[in-house]
């Protein structure tokens, strides 16, 4: 439904700005610019979970380009291929024949033994369909400007803290500033419009949309956008309630005239009611939506909106500093960063990760996709979905460190959602009890392996994804989470594992097949990755079987299982094995460093494990220092985890500088509006990057084989950041711990407990027991008194 017009206006909007000099708004947490957006990686993001939306700020027309979080291609279906399971033994056993083979130095039948099990699987096991569906964009929002053509004093920024879009300018001597917030109390998208002088806004309100078949109508004041994305499939409806005291209808759009300020109100909604289920009416949701805000004012509509933005995001503060960078546009810092002297552009992509999992992911929403909940393409990058085989867990790598451990709540729904439909394929494609996911899902829960059979047949994005549940036991202690949500998905996972692994002839070992290193190497028996996962998973299911009374024989069962499945392996590179055989190439620099999961974010090698923590640093220095966006985010919290800060910072800064200024093969780095790239854009890089902020400043374990948790203080602070502070990290434990520094050393740390559950704190080589009841608060100096 894009027209031409359209196309022309977005195009007049770009050039309409004339240079300016303008300074930093009053806004320390912020993202600014002195130009409006030319491309969508250079519009602003606001978000509430449900809708997202993409601010341009250009100018003499406004763009808002929209989203709504259950608009997919595809309907209810099941992707389980019935009967695959008779497929697996004889894929089994080309596979371990193949490994016999490599083992003896045969490596061309091996690898035609593997291909004969990769065919087998692409004819008789793979999903049906065979590819999964797709994120979709919702619509754009125009305002067209009268005499506007030429403005002065342009800036536009995103004020992080309150979680608005802000442009502003002037036209001659009038001051016009429009500010633009998606509320997750009112699940609406707000646009508020203003000029210093009386009667001085006119302009004209549109709405359109790409779907093909979507319709514009006008009800009063009104825009009313209806469409499908396909027959069967997402119905959606959009609203925008246009004010201002005067108000005609032009064509399909609304003209408003001689207005001094007025509200945009945007909702939408779909007929999505679960992914079994398109019963729902989006009208009569629409209606009920605008009907909850009718009678707010602006000022009520900003209140509300901040009280509930600020009752997540204000609970962490952190300061690295700031030099006279801090005050220039956010382009020319991402530009600057890698050679400059800008520590706060760090606390900044530190806080901007949390910002973004706030507008990405709230209760009663999707989880947070490759590109968060943003997406202007019919078709993205893959699909916009949720791959699993690093990306959907990283994007919530910052909830529990960062204190949004309820921005997880998203995720956790669909966990249930996909325990259903993964109990369908583990056992069409396993014959197993539980359930599985493999590397992809959508929004109707798909859960078995697409793509190809090479990459496809990863069977631990289930264990990965039920470890957050433990994760946020961890970091809660919430006895009555554990119960009730986190261990019966846990221990369904672990079902499916305890029936899946199966006896390597030629070790004895307990081993996971077929599987692959995520994206490389092809169809294996027993690659590291998986093993890690499942191992700590039986762990986490034994503990909580253990905190909760329950489950001993289960328990009993895991842990025996446990300590046969195939234990991590140094090869002759000195590396970490990220297969069975030593096949390591130490010149490959592939994206994934898939093995070293249990260094970060898992807890499988520890620096109770050295061998295997050099080992696991070895193959790390193998994968090199660029790499995709959210490798580099990877790279960044292994480092951490080695506690070596000047090189997790020497990643950071590799990430935080402009796309496609690194040298070699990849490219990854930061878009000017700060999204990750990948290229092109996924939005877990800037998870993995606030995540590695926190990581290179407190790390918190689970003490083996004590039992205790650890809290490390500072674990590996740059040189770079002599000075700073941090107030409200999570540690695990249930704890909340603040910082400062000076010179490099601790100066004061304060841990105040949730829970009242033992620790020990370490600062350096020095290590403090603390048994602090709920409630309780214990300060330290730099030697821990």
């Known amino acids: 439904m894009k027209t031409k017009q359209h196309a022309a206006i977005a195009a007049l909007g770009i050039m309409a700005v004339a240079a300016a000099a303008q300074v930093a708004p009053d806004a320390p947490l912020c ?19 449900h809708i997202g939306a993409m601010v341009f700020g250009r100018v003499p027309v406004e763009h808002i380009q929209f989203n709504e979080h259950t608009i997919w291609t595809g309907q209810p279906h099941s992707y389980a291929h019935k009967g695959a399971v008779k497929a697996l033994p004889e894929m089994r056993r080309l596979l371990f024949e193949g490994r ?75 001051t016009f500033r429009r500010v633009v917030f998606a509320s997750y109390p009112d699940r609406a998208l707000y646009v508020g419009l203003e000029a210093d002088k009386e009667g001085k806004l006119n302009c004209v309100v549109r709405l359109n949309s790409p779907h093909e078949k979507a319709q514009v109508t006008v009800e009063g004041r009104t825009l009313v956008l209806r469409g499908e994305v396909e027959p069967g499939g997402i119905h959606f409806e959009s609203r925008a309630d246009v004010g201002g005291s005067t108000i005609a209808v032009e064509g399909n759009a609304l003209r ?10 945007v909702i939408t909604a779909t007929n999505f009611k679960c992914y079994r289920d398109l019963s729902d009416d989006p009208a009569v949701r629409c209606a009920a939506l605008l009907k909850k805000s009718a009678d707010k004012s602006w000022e009520q509509l900003v209140t509300t909106h901040v009280a509930d933005h600020q009752s997540l995001f204000g609970r962490v503060s952190l300061d690295l500093g700031r030099t006279s960078a801090a005050k220039n546009p956010t382009d020319q810092r991402i530009k600057e960063f890698a050679t400059g002297n800008d520590p706060d552009l760090a606390a900044l992509a530190f806080q901007y990760g949390r910002y973004l999992l706030i507008g990405s992911s709230r209760a009663g929403g999707q989880p947070a996709n490759l590109q968060g909940i943003w997406n202007d393409k019919l078709k993205p990058p893959w699909d916009s979905k949720y791959t699993c085989n690093i990306n959907t867990e990283m994007n919530y790598w910052p909830a529990e460190v960062g204190a949004l451990g ?55 994005g289930s264990g990965w994804m039920a470890l957050h549940l433990w994760e946020h036991f961890l970091f809660t202690q919430d006895r009555q989470f554990l ?29 996971s097949g077929p599987s692959n290193s995520p994206e490389q190497g092809g169809l294996v028996m027993g690659p590291t990755m998986d093993h890690q996962i499942i191992r700590s998973l039986f762990g986490a299911c034994i503990e909580a079987a253990k905190v909760l009374g329950t489950d001993a024989k289960f328990a009993a069962k895991l842990q025996e299982l446990r300590q046969r499945i195939a234990p ?23 994206r994934h460093v898939s093995h070293l999961w249990g260094v970060y974010p898992g807890n499988d090698i520890t620096w109770h494990n050295k061998k295997f923590l050099d080992a696991a ?3 790390l220095i193998h994968r090199g220092d660029a790499a995709t966006g959210w490798s580099m985010g990877w790279k960044v919290n292994l480092w951490a985890r080695f506690l070596d800060g000047d090189h997790a910072l020497l990643i950071l800064r590799n990430l935080l500088q402009p796309v496609g200024n690194l040298k070699g093969r990849w490219g990854g780095g930061m878009y000017p509006n700060l999204f990750d790239a990948c290229p092109p854009f996924q939005i877990d890089g800037n998870f993995g990057a606030s995540a590695g902020v926190a990581e290179m400043l407190l790390q918190s374990h689970i003490r083996n084989p004590a039992g205790t948790f650890l809290i490390h203080l500072l674990p590996a602070l740059p040189k770079a950041w002599p000075a700073g502070s941090v107030k409200g990290l999570r540690a695990r434990g249930g704890f909340e711990v603040d910082l400062a520094w000076q010179d490099g050393k601790l100066t004061t740390a304060t841990i105040h407990s949730i829970s009242g559950t033992a620790c020990k704190a370490r600062y350096g080589e020095k290590v403090v027991d603390l048994n602090l009841k709920p409630g309780q608060s214990r300060q330290f100096d730099a030697s821990l008194q």
Request: aromatic letters at 10%.
């Open 31 to 49: 993202l600014w610019y002195r130009q409006p957006a030319a491309k969508w990686e250079e519009a602003l993001p606001v978000g509430n979970g």
């Open 100 to 174: 016999a083979l490599e083992l003896q130095g045969e490596n061309k039948a091996a690898r035609a033994k593997q291909k004969e099990a990769e065919d087998l699987a692409m004819k008789e096991f793979m999903s049906e369909p065979l590819r999964q569906k797709a994120y979709q964009p919702c619509g754009d929002l125009w305002i067209e400007f009268d005499g506007h053509d030429k403005a002065t004093d342009y800036r536009r920024w995103l004020d992080l803290d309150k979680a608005m879009a802000v442009t502003e300018y002037k036209c001659g001597d009038v």
């Open 256 to 265: 408003v005239t001689g207005a001094t300020r007025f509200i945009i109100r």
């Open 406 to 460: 309820e921005c997880h709540e998203a995720l956790f729904a669909a966990l249930a959602d996909l325990a259903e439909t993964g109990r369908v394929v583990a056992k069409e494609h396993y014959g197993a009890s539980g359930w599985v996911v493999h590397h992809n899902f959508d929004l109707w829960r798909g859960a078995a392996p697409i793509n190809a059979a090479n990459h496809g047949i990863w069977v631990t």
């Open 483 to 511: 119960k009730k949500t986190a261990f019966p998905l846990m221990k369904g996972a672990a079902q499916f594992y305890a029936d899946y692994l199966v006896e390597d002839p030629q070790t004895k070992w307990l081993v």
């Open 568 to 590: 991590n392996q140094v090869g002759q590179h000195g590396q970490l094995q990220e297969w069975l055989e030593d096949k390591d190439d130490p010149k490959n620099q592939h």
């Open 617 to 619: 640093r070895q193959s």
